[in-house]
Each structure stands twice: as structure tokens, then as C-alpha cells.
């Protein structure tokens, strides 16, 4: 079974720092690749961070240069540094995990991905 499992979310001021944290097994971590979403109220689901098919890392275009994310292979852990935090950041983030052998459409079409976590909310105050 897969579980992802995310954290660190909070409320911050403008220009603040979070780093979330998508925590999964052994399994998980080298059958899957892992990205993060968000969602704020009334709005789609979009794409923050994911892997295309090739394995490469993208960043969506309102959080590139902002947004960093790195992974701790031993601790099968997926890290979203989010540095320099506007308003419109608010959202409830999300992973995501789609299957490596699988070919999707996008890093960030939702519909390639099977299994999400909880979410954990980040509030991001002017």
C-alpha cells in the first residue's frame, strides 16, 4: 500500500520560508516518482514540483526561482523549500505519487497520479 505522508506546512508572512516535508516507504520511493501540488479554495488543483518522464525535476512557473526541491534517499523523503512567500501561495499542498514505468501525459496532470497524501496547509499572510 502506498502512503504519502506530508508536513511542515504553517502560516508565515510575506517573504517568509517553509520547507514541507512528503515522507513514504522504501517501496514508494523507488517505484514512484513523487511531486507536489497545491490547491487553494475555488481554484484547480495545480502542479508545484514533479519529475517528467524522463526523471527530470520541473517547477511550475509561478514558484520557479522561489521553490526548491530535494530528497533524502535514506530517509525516502521528498523536501519543498519554499523561500520568499507570497499570498497567493496559500493553499493546502499535497504529494502526489505516479508510477515510474508509466508514461503520463505531464508532471503535473493530476490524473497520472495514483495515490496522494493528506495535504498540509500553508497560509501565507501580506
Known amino acids: 500500500q502506498v502512503q504519502l505522508v506530508e508536513s511542515g506546512g504553517g502560516s508565515v508572512q510575506a517573504g517568509g520560508s517553509l520547507r514541507l516535508s512528503c515522507a513514504t516507504s522504501a517501496y514508494t520511493w523507488t517505484t514512484y516518482y513523487i511531486a507536489w501540488f497545491r490547491q487553494a479554495p475555488g481554484k484547480e488543483r495545480e502542479g508545484v514540483a514533479g519529475f517528467d518522464n524522463k526523471g527530470s525535476l520541473r517547477y511550475g512557473n509561478s514558484v520557479k526561482g522561489r521553490f526548491t526541491v530535494s530528497q533524502d534517499n535514506a530517509k525516502n523523503t521528498l523536501y519543498l523549500e519554499m523561500n520568499s512567500l507570497k499570498p497567493e501561495d496559500t493553499a493546502m499542498y499535497y504529494c502526489?505519487?505516479?508510477?515510474?514505468?508509466?508514461?503520463?501525459?505531464?508532471?503535473?496532470?493530476?490524473?497520472?497520479?495514483?495515490?496522494w497524501g493528506q495535504g498540509t496547509q500553508v497560509t501565507v499572510s501580506s
Open positions: 502526489a505519487a505516479k508510477e515510474k514505468l508509466k508514461y503520463g501525459l505531464s508532471w503535473s496532470n493530476i490524473y497520472d497520479y495514483d495515490y
